[in-house]
């Protein structure tokens, strides 16, 4: 297998259980499958949702604040849970992470957006797997439902994929990829293995999220899936519930959505 630099994005949906919790099964899979491929030769960069979530099941409150700066805070204590808890992943199978949190600002600052490129190849060329996250405990943009920038940091992942020049893009999603109907509507909806061109009957097929601890859904995953493969890279949407789900895409299986870059 040709030896790639691969950007995974995972879901607040996927880490978390319905109550808030982290899925420590499925973090550990996945650690260990992003862990594989880094021994591999592969480049491996992971965009990581759920610091809210698993901020409000670590502080115990009954439900996900409302107030901005209480989101903050939460985001704040989430995001060292959620740290925690992928060094402790990876380490055990031999793996250093690095953690970068991003605002839209880091983005949209040319000298900002080069330190940040800079910071991302010092920790891959030093064999290192950076996990990426929105910072929720400083933007506004992203807790703030009507200003999103982001959407479940789907369209943050397809930027740290061009950013970093990935080949691939892989979403992994609470639902196994695009359907030519709603599956949680029509048991008899089929999904779509493969997408040439994200045109306006594409776009039509997209609803919104499917779960009430994620911000993302469909729509922000055509987003990112637009621009991913209009700058040249590959991007797939499967189910996160099995990591290795990953190892497929890589394979050539057929598995999930698979999203085709434009040519260059």
């Given at each position: 297998?040709?030896?790639?630099?691969?950007?995974?994005?995972?879901?607040?949906?996927?880490?978390?259980?319905?109550?808030?919790?982290?899925?420590?099964?499925?973090?550990?899979?996945?650690?260990?499958?992003?862990?594989?491929?880094?021994?591999?030769?592969?480049?491996?960069?992971?965009?990581?949702?759920?610091?809210?979530?698993?901020?409000?099941?670590?502080?115990?409150?009954?439900?996900?604040?409302?107030?901005?700066?209480?989101?903050?805070?939460?985001?704040?204590?989430?995001?060292?849970?959620?740290?925690?808890?992928?060094?402790?992943?990876?380490?055990?199978?031999?793996?250093?992470?690095?953690?970068?949190?991003?605002?839209?600002?880091?983005?949209?600052?040319?000298?900002?957006?080069?330190?940040?490129?800079?910071?991302?190849?010092?920790?891959?060329?030093?064999?290192?797997?950076?996990?990426?996250?929105?910072?929720?405990?400083?933007?506004?943009?992203?807790?703030?439902?009507?200003?999103?920038?982001?959407?479940?940091?789907?369209?943050?992942?397809?930027?740290?994929?061009?950013?970093?020049?990935?080949?691939?893009?892989?979403?992994?999603s609470d639902i196994e990829g695009l359907y030519d109907s709603n599956p949680h509507i029509n048991p008899d909806a089929t999904l779509i293995h493969r997408v040439d061109d994200i045109n306006d009957e594409i776009r039509g097929l997209a609803t919104g999220t499917s779960s009430n601890r994620g911000t993302g859904g469909m729509v922000t995953k055509l987003e990112a899936a637009e621009y991913a493969t209009m700058h040249g890279i590959?991007?797939?949407?499967?189910?996160?519930?099995?990591?290795?789900?990953?190892?497929?895409?890589?394979?050539?299986?057929?598995?999930?959505?698979?999203?085709?870059?434009?040519?260059?």
């Amino acid at each position: 297998m040709e030896k790639q630099r691969i950007v995974v994005k995972v879901g607040t949906s996927t880490l978390t259980g319905e109550n808030g919790a982290l899925m420590l099964r499925t973090i550990d899979k996945l650690a260990q499958v992003l862990s594989a491929l880094h021994n591999e030769g592969h480049q491996v960069i992971l965009v990581s949702s759920g610091a809210i979530a698993v901020g409000v099941n670590k502080m115990r409150l009954p439900k996900k604040p409302t107030d901005v700066c209480m989101k903050q805070a939460v985001a704040a204590v989430g995001q060292c849970e959620l740290m925690h808890i992928y060094d402790k992943c990876f380490g055990e199978y031999g793996n250093i992470v690095g953690q970068i949190l991003l605002t839209a600002d880091d983005i949209a600052v040319k000298a900002k957006r080069r330190n940040i490129t800079n910071t991302f190849e010092a920790l891959l060329e030093n064999g290192m797997i950076p996990v990426v996250n929105e910072n929720d405990s400083i933007s506004h943009a992203e807790i703030e439902s009507d200003k999103k920038v982001f959407g479940d940091n789907d369209m943050l992942s397809a930027i740290v994929a061009k950013l970093t020049e990935a080949d691939r893009l892989i979403i992994l999603s609470d639902i196994e990829g695009l359907y030519d109907s709603n599956p949680h509507i029509n048991p008899d909806a089929t999904l779509i293995h493969r997408v040439d061109d994200i045109n306006d009957e594409i776009r039509g097929l997209a609803t919104g999220t499917s779960s009430n601890r994620g911000t993302g859904g469909m729509v922000t995953k055509l987003e990112a899936a637009e621009y991913a493969t209009m700058h040249g890279i590959d991007m797939h949407i499967a189910h996160g519930i099995d990591p290795q789900n990953i190892y497929r895409i890589l394979e050539g299986e057929e598995c999930g959505t698979h999203f085709v870059k434009r040519a260059q």
